[in-house]
T-cell receptor
Framework: KAGVTQTPRYLIKTRGQQVTLSCSPI?????VSWYQQTPGQGLQFLFE???????NKGNFPGRFSGRQFSNSRSEMNVSTLELGDSALYLC????????????FGPGTRLTVL | AQSVTQLDSQVPVFEEAPVELRCNYS??????LFWYVQYPNQGLQLLLK??????LVKGINGFEAEFNKSQTSFHLRKPSVHISDTAEYFC????????????FGSGTQLTVLP
């Protein structure tokens, strides 16, 4: 079974621009979660989607948004980029079982100049 | 709200020596506990998890962890490390009932020396 894939792997943007990152979950997984990893703040939960609905949300400003499509693929969008948005963005997928493991993708490295 | 504290940011250890990476959590409700490993320029890989039942959990690559409810700890151990174990290790907690929204510790960089 193919793992979680994220595209692109690397991205460079400038302040004020917006960016869209994509995540394809493991086949059959319907839950997709997003995390931000920075040296200063560590790993932080952004949001979780299930069946095209946002089910949980972390403590991030409204510039961070996401969506999920009917095939469970998910995108996250960051508008009006700031230097502090430079991070590794990780996507994780799991089944709908509450005890199921989250499987992480390799991440998208976003650099904001 | 829950939180996770990884007591050591860096742990150097010689090859074939035992290692323990410490993790403490705080939560007012029952929790699920996890250890993940991250190699350079890669995502996170699950080493092991505690959901319920036996407090001693065995994972991949020879790692194990023990859940101690009274100490609110979930320390990770390996009896003999290899160079290939060099990586960053993250302890994580989620509220019992859902393993999908994880709160992570700040990570421990394990460096295995020849």
């Amino acid at each position: 079974k193919a793992g979680v894939t994220q595209t692109p792997r690397y991205l460079i943007k400038t302040r004020g621009q917006q960016v869209t990152l994509s995540c394809s979950p493991i086949s059959g997984h319907r839950s997709v979660s997003w995390y931000q990893q920075t040296p200063g703040q560590g790993l932080q939960f952004l949001f979780e989607y299930f069946s095209e609905t946002q089910r949980n949300k972390g403590n991030f400003p409204g510039r961070f948004s996401g969506r999920q499509f009917s095939n469970s693929r998910s995108e996250m969008n960051v508008s009006t980029l700031e230097l502090g948005d430079s991070a590794l963005y990780l996507c994780a997928s799991s089944s709908n079982s509450g005890t199921d493991t989250q499987y992480f993708g390799p991440g998208t490295r976003l650099t904001v100049l | 709200a829950q939180s996770v504290t990884q007591l050591d940011s860096q742990v150097p250890v010689f090859e074939e020596a035992p290692v323990e990476l410490r993790c403490n959590y705080s939560s007012s409700v029952s929790v699920y506990l996890f250890w993940y490993v991250q190699y350079p320029n890669q995502g996170l890989q699950l080493l092991l998890k505690y959901l319920s039942g036996s407090t001693l959990v065995k994972g991949i690559n020879g790692f194990e962890a023990e859940f101690n409810k009274s100490q609110t700890s979930f320390h990770l151990r390996k009896p003999s490390v290899h160079i290939s174990d060099t990586a960053e290790y993250f302890c994580a907690v989620s509220q019992g009932g859902s393993a999908r929204q994880l709160t992570f510790g700040s990570g421990t960089q394990l460096t295995v020396l020849p």
